[in-house]
């Protein structure tokens, strides 16, 4: 690939004209509109995945303009300490841009990410022990300037903010959950597996499952010039050669007996080898070039280009662009194809979104789905806790269907990949969990099959971030600064991509015993996780899990909180709700539904007197005071034309300081909008 190829790399937002300056079969591909045979999921023919190592969302793309990240104005608060503050035990540490030259290119370093230290970041759900667990490396990021290619290629296709590692810990259950739907978790076939053990495992895989079904598919990776003289299934201890362990199907039994001819075999090894000097894409290319690309394909880099800490970010994004560079060799192929571009985990870098899990028993919430097989039980080497979902971290789609800079906001794991594939193929995964299943989207969502090319969007180069020798530098560990602030996100939006969530979370008090309940749902279409946190309680935070079309509740008696009640609810895509207010004085109450476009309130005052409750829209709009008198009911339409249908209202009244309701989120209605405006910053 030229250095004018990878400065202007495809054109891949969708040129409708040629342009000289490219190679023909990138001109070609720019040139050529995406296969609009049916305008379905059908028109895919070929899914392409890379997974990379170990770098989490806020890391990478918490200052990216229009996703969910530094400006994000609906983060957990719990016992009045806001996410972003992590202490170390004597002050606290925010996220902080590493003070080094080129970091984009530096040797960061590793910490830890395996299963007991990820749990105790998490301490159920408190979220307050990332440093102490991992170091202060943790709230270190990355921005535009270090990883430019990264964030073009967020800028011209689909970003997902949404999308998590699927585990709380290492690489291998993780790349275990995205090649065959979980990790061994009912004990079948040598699981669980909750660290990198690669003892060697039975149970089915998902490329065996599509083997029996006639869909084509096969692993390419870097083979080198050291196999193990056993077969090949090992991994060779050369930085920029092999796969670094990362074909986690050749930990398991059925792949390393198979014997050459046998798909279990061939399929799985395919790649470069050094003796005959071939590159690392020259088969993928190949492939791409004679028309005979699987139908499902995954692709495994050497550990210098994973990005897994202390290697750089850049070597990284010179693996990808050569690889996108191989799979548009030929236009007509490149028309029909799906890449999706992610990292098997967060290392042990920070994400400030608390990720969905079940509940572990009836004190931590509730579950409308059996969420058994999401929880370890615990034996004498692991403390039981739940498998995931674990953090967030980057995924772009790259295709012809997803290009224009979008947003998608769906929450998903390492298993939408596989139901993607479901979609597409028709072939079903039993591994994958019904609570995955209820709260984990397919990933089709991050597609428009219907929609025209749009104009091109260059990417820069990446010939700069070739190694530029064999080695592996030291460490470099970056010293937090003195006076630590929030960073500020960029400035801007971004496209999103319609969402499924109609999200309801109703309250009520029950004055005379002292009790709140809530009503947990998330529409008809969608299933979600809602997380609750108390400023007021110490037992906290709450898990519910309702599944589509069904709901959940769950009372709290404030004789526990001092007498009132302080709850607040985080859902999916930035919906919130918070209630606050005496424990045993009957009042009013407040609920929240869409109305078109808009959000509707309902205003009932079950108190004894008249109270004036006051309105304040959070999007700049026209504060209002309305009278309610006891009994009685008002009704008020909040128009969201100003804000793309994002919304953030709060109501107080004037019989009592302490009652509060906030009622925050986005009104869906299948269409495209507009990234949440609030989390624009200047």
Not at 113 to 133: I, L, M, Q
Not at 358 to 369: E, I, L
Request: charged share 20%; proline share 7%; hydrophobic share 35%.
């Amino acid at each position: 690939m030229t250095e004018v190829n990878r400065r202007r790399f495809l054109q891949l937002a969708g040129a409708t004209t040629a342009f000289t300056a490219l190679s023909s079969s990138i001109q070609r591909a720019a040139a050529l509109p995406a296969n609009h045979r049916t305008g379905s999921i059908e028109d895919v023919e070929h899914i392409v995945v890379l997974m990379q190592e170990n770098r989490s969302f806020d890391h990478y793309f918490g200052t990216l303009r229009g996703v969910r990240g530094f400006g994000d104005p609906r983060s957990v608060t719990q016992n009045n300490k806001s996410v972003w503050h992590q202490s170390n035990g004597t002050k606290d540490i925010l996220p902080f841009h590493p003070d080094a030259d080129d970091l984009g290119l530096a040797f960061i370093q590793d910490l830890p990410h395996g299963w007991a230290d990820t749990h105790s970041a998490v301490d159920n759900g408190k979220y307050d022990k990332w440093v102490p667990a991992k170091g202060s490396t943790t709230m270190a990021y990355l921005n535009r300037d270090d990883i430019p290619f990264h964030y073009a290629l967020a800028d011209a296709f689909t970003v997902c903010d949404a999308y998590h590692c699927s585990f709380m810990g290492s690489t291998d259950p993780n790349r275990y959950y995205m090649w065959t739907g979980y990790t061994g978790n009912d004990g079948q076939g040598g699981g669980p597996v909750l660290g990198n053990d690669e003892a060697g495992y039975s149970w089915t895989t998902y490329p065996e499952r599509l083997e029996k079904a006639g869909v084509s598919w096969k692993i390419y990776q870097d083979v080198g010039d050291g196999l193990d003289a056993a077969g090949g299934w090992g991994w060779i201890q050369d930085a920029y050669r092999g796969n670094y362990g990362d074909n986690s199907l050749l930990y398991f039994k059925q792949y390393q007996n198979a014997k050459p001819g046998d798909p279990l075999y061939d399929k799985a090894r395919t790649g470069t080898d050094a003796t005959r000097g071939e590159g690392f894409f020259d088969q993928l290319k190949a492939d791409v070039k004679a028309g005979e690309l699987p139908q499902i394909s995954w692709v495994v880099a050497p550990e210098a280009f994973t990005e897994h800490p202390n290697w750089p970010a850049n070597y990284g994004a010179w693996y990808v662009s050569q690889v996108l560079d191989a799979l548009t060799a030929d236009p007509k192929v490149w028309a029909k194809t799906a890449v999706f571009i992610t990292y098997d985990e967060n290392d042990g870098f920070f994400d400030h979104l608390i990720p969905p899990f079940p509940p572990a028993s009836a004190a931590q919430g509730k579950s409308t789905v059996d969420p058994s097989l999401d929880l370890f039980k615990g034996d004498a080497s692991h403390a039981a806790g739940a498998y995931g979902l674990g953090q967030r971290v980057p995924m772009i789609v790259v295709s012809p269907w997803s290009k224009g800079g979008y947003v998608c906001s769906e929450t998903l794991d390492h298993t939408s990949i596989i139901r993607f594939m479901e979609a597409r193929f028709g072939v079903h995964e039993p591994n994958i969990s019904p609570w995955r299943r209820a709260i984990s989207g397919d990933l089709t969502a991050a597609f428009d099959f219907s929609r025209k090319d749009t104009k091109p969007v260059a990417l820069p180069g990446t010939d700069g971030y070739r190694p530029p020798d064999r080695n592996r530098h030291p460490d470099y560990v970056p010293t937090p600064p003195a006076n630590p602030s929030l960073p500020r996100q960029e400035r801007g939006s971004r496209p999103t991509r319609p969402l499924k969530y109609a999200p309801v979370v109703d309250g009520a008090l029950d004055a005379s015993a002292g009790k709140f309940t809530l009503t947990f749902a998330s529409g008809a279409h969608a299933g979600a996780v809602f997380l609750v946190t108390s400023n007021n309680r110490a037992d906290g935070p709450w898990s519910y899990t309702t599944e589509a079309g069904k709901s959940v509740s769950d009372t709290w008696n404030s004789a526990y909180s001092g007498g009132a009640y302080d709850l607040t609810v985080h859902g999916p895509n930035g919906f919130l709700r918070t209630f606050q207010g005496p424990g045993k004085v009957a009042g009013p109450e407040v609920t929240a539904r869409p109305h078109g476009d808009d959000i509707e309130l309902t205003l009932t005052n079950r108190g004894s007197g008249t109270v004036k409750l006051t309105l304040a829209d959070g999007y700049g709009g026209r504060t209002r005071t309305f009278t309610v008198r006891a009994g009685a009911t008002v009704r008020h339409v909040v128009h969201l034309g100003h804000s793309h249908r994002w919304y953030d209202v709060t109501v107080t009244s004037d019989a009592d300081r302490t009652f509060l309701r906030r009622f925050a989120g986005h009104v869906e209605n299948g269409e495209p909008g507009v990234s949440d405006p609030a989390i624009i910053t200047e």
